[in-house]
Structures are given as structure tokens and as C-alpha cells.
């Protein structure tokens, strides 16, 4: 089922954003950018996983539309990890890459459930 691999690929995801943030904090001291990748991160698995006691279509709809809103802006927070050096080439690549393949998911799964009103 789509749904089962997007919430085991957007909760692989959220294991990598932990421990990079944990990395970020203790080997670089950095902690304002971490705790918003963090922060944005994990909530596109939990806004993810959220739906499945939705109320209602609306419902799962809102809330699939905000995990792809939080993916968007942990793109942001990859971005600029990167170009302020606080990951590497190889790291950011990956990261960004995985993100916008749940990005590509959600957009679909959102475009799917709107059009079958």
C-alpha cells in the first residue's frame, strides 16, 4: 500500500533528521539551526502518520498538506546547513535528495485524494 511506504520511508527519514541534529549539536555546537531541522523534520513523518484516525477526508487532506509544507521548509534547513558548512556535499545531496522524494509522494497522494471527491 502507497501509504505504508510513505510512512516508512518519511519515518526512516525523521531517524536520519535526529541524528543529525544530534550531531550538529554535540560535534559542532550548533543548536538554533538544528532544533529547526529537527523541529520540521520529524513533523513530516508525524503529520504523515497523523491522518490515519483522520475524522474526515478534509481532515486527512489538511494534514498531508501540512507534512508536505514542513518537508518543503526541511529543505530550507538542509539548504542552509549546507551552504553555511555545517554538512558536507555528499550529506546534503542525500538529505535533500530523500526529501524530495517524500515531497513527490505527498504531492501525490494529495493530488490523488482531491481529485477522487
Known amino acids: 500500500m502507497r501509504n505504508s511506504v510513505l510512512n516508512t520511508k518519511s519515518y526512516d527519514f525523521a531517524i536520519r533528521i535526529v541524528k543529525l ?8 555546537k550548533e543548536y538554533v539551526l538544528s532544533r529547526q531541522l529537527l ?3 520529524t513533523a513530516v513523518g508525524a503529520l504523515i ?21 514542513e518537508a518543503n521548509e526541511t529543505i ?7 551552504d553555511t ?7 546534503h545531496i542525500s538529505l535533500k535528495n530523500d526529501c524530495k522524494e517524500l515531497l513527490r ?9 482531491k481529485m477522487d471527491k
Do not use: C, N
Open 21 to 28: 541534529s544530534q550531531l550538529l549539536q554535540t560535534e559542532k
Open 85 to 91: 558548512d555545517y554538512i558536507s556535499d555528499s550529506s
Open 49 to 69: 502518520r497523523e491522518p490515519e484516525f483522520a475524522q474526515s477526508r478534509a481532515d486527512f487532506i489538511h494534514k498531508m498538506s501540512i507534512s508536505l509544507k
Open 105 to 113: 509522494m505527498l504531492v501525490s497522494t494529495v493530488k490523488t485524494l
Open 76 to 82: 530550507y534547513w538542509i539548504d542552509l546547513l549546507k
Open 39 to 41: 523541529r520540521s523534520g
